[in-house]
């Protein structure tokens, strides 16, 4: 059974730092990973994702990158602000399956 | 992106009454939809996948006659939350996937909040 996990569970940066979030899936049978953004109370927002075939995908100041072989994904987040306050969740999609798995979040707090 | 409308996004009820929440596809059609539930601090979990036109088929320890899941068209799945519980209070959230994507698309959430 997949198991998906984020490491660190809450992260507090000053504005405009860099930073990286880990992801680490036990099971590298995937059809793809992707990085979601949720705000309190709200739904999801997908922000990336990554099929099984590629190494990474960027978006903006967003960049992502997968490594099936050692089980892991990495977010990286540039010149973070404010508005990048939220919880991060990233989810393997099992090949076959399509079923999500999702790990726990990383709750980021950029401060002003 | 392809648009999924969850509906509504915050409920009350009284303990005892059953609840329905709606999932549609707005501008996609939606082979496959799954339901997750989320409780506080804790990430989403699997409830169940349910295919158009088939039975829904659920995750170990959800019980398929308490939490009955229509999806009777390729753009409309349903939850109904039956006699509903305290404990059933959680942020349900329904998702999305068209066959030849790869990508499934996120509900808003509902907050079901029994008392």
């Known amino acids: 059974k997949q198991e998906v996990t984020q490491i660190p569970a809450a992260l507090s940066v000053p504005e405009g730092e860099n930073l990286v979030l880990n992801c680490s899936f036990t099971?590298?049978?995937?059809?793809?990973l992707q990085w979601f953004r949720q705000d309190p109370g709200k739904g999801l927002t997908s922000l990336l994702l990554i099929q099984s075939s590629q190494r990474e995908q960027t978006s903006g100041r967003l960049n992502a990158s997968l490594d099936k072989s050692s089980g892991r994904s990495t977010l990286y987040i540039a010149a973070s602000q404010p508005g990048d306050s939220a919880t991060y969740l990233c989810?393997?999609?099992?090949?076959?399956?399509?079923?999500?798995?999702f790990g726990k979040g990383t709750k980021l707090s950029v401060i002003p | 992106g392809a648009v999924v409308s969850q509906h509504p996004s915050w409920v009350i009820c009284k303990s005892g009454t059953s609840v329905k929440i709606e999932c549609r596809s707005l501008d996609f059609q939606a082979t496959t939809m799954f339901w997750y539930r989320q409780f506080p601090k804790q990430s989403l979990m699997l409830m169940a996948t349910s295919n158009e036109g088939s039975k829904a088929t659920y995750e170990q320890g959800v019980e398929k006659d308490k939490f009955l899941i229509n999806h009777a068209s390729l753009t409309l799945s349903t939850l109904t939350v039956t006699s509903a519980h305290p404990e059933d209070s959680s942020f349900y959230i329904c998702s999305a996937k068209y066959r030849g994507l790869a990508e499934a698309f996120f509900g808003q959430g509902t907050r079901l909040t029994v008392v």
């Open positions: 099971d590298s049978a995937i059809y793809n």
């Open positions: 989810a393997a999609t099992g090949a076959g399956s399509y079923q999500l798995t």
